[in-house]
């Protein structure tokens, strides 16, 4: 859509619509939502918008990449009751979430480097020796603990394949071997990181196929640029969230 339509210029929602690809429908519903302001009005009822909706529409598309629909809507919907202030903490709120994902970024990989493949000659390398199977192996509380993760986690982990413990013959217990607290390590930083359980599965079924953990190099280099695009996108999103600020005046 074009930047620059009169101020007080009427656009139909129509008009707005069509330079994004979107309904009039989706129109209505972001002016219901708090994300447009409200409209004007003709004789007959019909809505009519002005250049200061189309920078509303503009600025609220450019924050979606960045802060999600959620956030992006409640950023739009302050900023239209007059509460900039809290259209500015939302927006630092999504920047500290950007960095503390960051920072679990750099935990997965620094976890990984500590998770080589273990040899025979080198039993536990890379392990915490808190959670190093012995010759029995571990049961699910002492590596639920060290993992700060309830068992009722382990154990959705293990109806979701992430970890396949045996059972102890005598008792029942789950018997987490040494692969066993990998995956369960490799399953904790990943869902840290964001990724789902579905999407954690195959990895780790890659990593027991490879016998090792070079497959993950590519999830790593996916989410780091998904990490690159959301700080982008957030940029993008200032900029035109700015514009209509000055609108706005």
Same mark, same amino acid.
């Given at each position: /859509?074009?930047? $620059?339509?009169? $101020?007080?210029?009427?656009?139909?929602?129509?008009?707005?619509?069509? &330079?994004?690809?979107? @309904?009039?429908?989706?129109?209505? $519903?972001?002016?219901?939502?708090?994300?447009?302001?409200?409209?004007?009005?003709?004789?007959?009822?019909?809505?009519?918008?002005? @250049?200061?909706?189309?920078?509303?529409?503009?600025?609220?598309?450019?924050?979606?990449?960045?802060?999600?629909? #959620?956030?992006?809507? @409640?950023?739009?919907?302050?900023? $239209? *009751? &007059?509460?900039? *202030?809290?259209?500015?903490?939302?927006?630092?709120?999504?920047?500290? #979430?950007?960095?503390?994902?960051?920072?679990?970024?750099?935990?997965?990989?620094?976890?990984?480097?500590?998770?080589?493949?273990?040899?025979? @000659?080198?039993?536990?390398? &890379?392990?915490?020796?808190?959670?190093?199977? &012995?010759?029995?192996?571990?049961?699910?509380?002492?590596?639920?603990?060290?993992?700060?993760?309830?068992?009722?986690?382990?154990?959705? !982990?293990?109806?979701?394949?992430?970890?396949?413990? %045996?059972?102890?013959?005598?008792?029942?217990?789950?018997?987490?071997?040494?692969?066993?607290?990998?995956?369960?390590?490799?399953?904790?930083?990943?869902?840290?990181?964001?990724?789902?359980? *579905?999407?954690?599965?195959?990895?780790?079924?890659?990593?027991?196929?490879?016998?090792?953990?070079?497959?993950?190099?590519?999830?790593?280099?996916? !989410?780091?640029?998904?990490?690159?695009? %959301?700080? #982008?996108? /957030?940029?993008?999103?200032?900029?035109?969230? *700015?514009?209509?600020?000055?609108?706005?005046?």
């Amino acid at each position: /859509m074009e930047r $620059n339509p009169q $101020n007080g210029k009427r656009l139909r929602p129509v008009d707005l619509a069509r &330079g994004h690809g979107l @309904s009039t429908q989706a129109i209505r $519903n972001y002016e219901e939502a708090g994300i447009l302001p409200a409209a004007g009005r003709t004789p007959h009822g019909y809505r009519t918008y002005t @250049s200061l909706h189309a920078g509303a529409l503009r600025a609220f598309l450019a924050l979606l990449p960045g802060h999600g629909h #959620q956030t992006a809507t @409640s950023i739009m919907r302050a900023v $239209n *009751e &007059g509460a900039a *202030e809290e259209a500015f903490r939302l927006i630092d709120e999504s920047h500290a #979430q950007l960095l503390q994902d960051r920072r679990t970024l750099q935990a997965v990989e620094n976890a990984l480097r500590d998770l080589e493949p273990t040899t025979a @000659s080198e039993p536990g390398v &890379g392990l915490d020796p808190a959670v190093v199977p &012995g010759p029995g192996g571990t049961f699910i509380g002492p590596l639920a603990g060290k993992l700060g993760i309830r068992p009722a986690t382990l154990r959705k !982990w293990e109806r979701a394949g992430l970890v396949r413990p %045996r059972r102890d013959p005598l008792t029942g217990y789950r018997v987490y071997d040494e692969a066993d607290v990998r995956d369960a390590r490799l399953a904790h930083q990943l869902r840290r990181g964001g990724y789902l359980l *579905e999407q954690i599965a195959p990895l780790i079924a890659q990593v027991r196929a490879a016998g090792g953990l070079e497959p993950l190099d590519a999830a790593l280099c996916d !989410w780091r640029g998904r990490l690159s695009a %959301r700080g #982008q996108a /957030m940029l993008t999103g200032a900029a035109e969230l *700015e514009a209509y600020l000055r609108e706005r005046g």
